[in-house]
């Protein structure tokens, strides 16, 4: 059973810092994975999308890199801003199935 | 990017009426949505797979007979929650995969609160 766990639970950093967020995953068998953030009481916004091939993907200030082999997805966030601020969910796609595997998400606070 | 809208996004009932929520791909067609449930401050947890024309696969534990589930076209899934009560309060949340394209990613609608009183 694939099993997604995200560390830390829950981070606050000064705004202009870089930081990363981990994800890994139990069965390298991934057909993607994919990033997501979710404001307060709202859906989800997709981020970036690493298809099993690739390695990183880079939109803006945000990279994501995959290593399927250890079972690991890095989310670097450069030049953190308050408006960073949000939940931040890794999910997995299982090869052979549709659905997504979600982790628990980390919480992210840059204060001003 | 695609969008998916959920409408209601807010919803208030009393015990025992049913509720019905629509979950629309407005700029592209999904042959497949999903939907999902969410508890405060937890992740998000697979209800079932919908499949335009087919009857929808649920997950281990989730009653079909309470949350029926529709999609009845390429754009449209509806979500009825059935004879609601108290438990049944969270936040549901839909997402759909175009029907075009390879990479294999999905779209979230902004996700529909329920209360039940």
């Known amino acids: 059973k694939q099993e997604v766990t995200q560390i830390p639970a829950a981070l606050s950093v000064p705004e202009g810092e870089n930081l990363v967020l981990n994800c890994s995953f139990t069965?390298?068998?991934?057909?993607?994975l994919q990033w997501f953030r979710q404001d307060p009481g709202k859906g989800l916004t997709s981020l970036l999308l690493?298809?099993?091939?690739?390695r990183e993907q880079t939109s803006g200030r945000l990279n994501a890199s995959l290593d399927k082999s250890s079972g690991r997805s890095t989310l670097y966030i450069a030049a953190s801003q308050p408006g960073d601020s949000a939940t931040y969910l890794c999910?997995?796609?299982?090869?052979?199935?549709?659905?997504?595997?979600f982790g628990q998400g980390t919480r992210l606070t840059i204060n001003p | 990017g695609a969008v998916v809208s959920q409408h209601p996004s807010w919803v208030i009932c009393k015990s025992g009426t049913s509720v019905k929520i629509e979950c629309r791909s407005l700029d592209f067609q999904a042959t497949t949505m999903f939907w999902y449930r969410q508890f405060p401050k937890q992740s998000l947890m697979l209800m079932a797979t919908s499949n335009e024309g087919s009857k929808a696969t649920y997950e281990q534990g989730v009653e079909k007979d309470k949350f029926l589930i529709n999609h009845a076209s390429l754009t449209l899934s509806t979500l009825t929650v059935t004879s609601a009560h108290p438990e049944d309060s969270s936040f549901y949340i839909c997402?759909?995969?175009?029907?075009?394209?390879?990479?294999?990613?999905?779209?979230f609608g902004e996700g529909s609160r329920l209360t039940v009183l």
């Open positions: 069965d390298s068998a991934i057909y993607n």
């Open positions: 690493i298809q099993s091939s690739q």
């Open positions: 997402s759909a995969r175009p029907l075009a394209g390879g990479a294999v990613e999905l779209f």
């Open positions: 999910a997995v796609i299982i090869q052979g199935a549709q659905k997504l595997v």
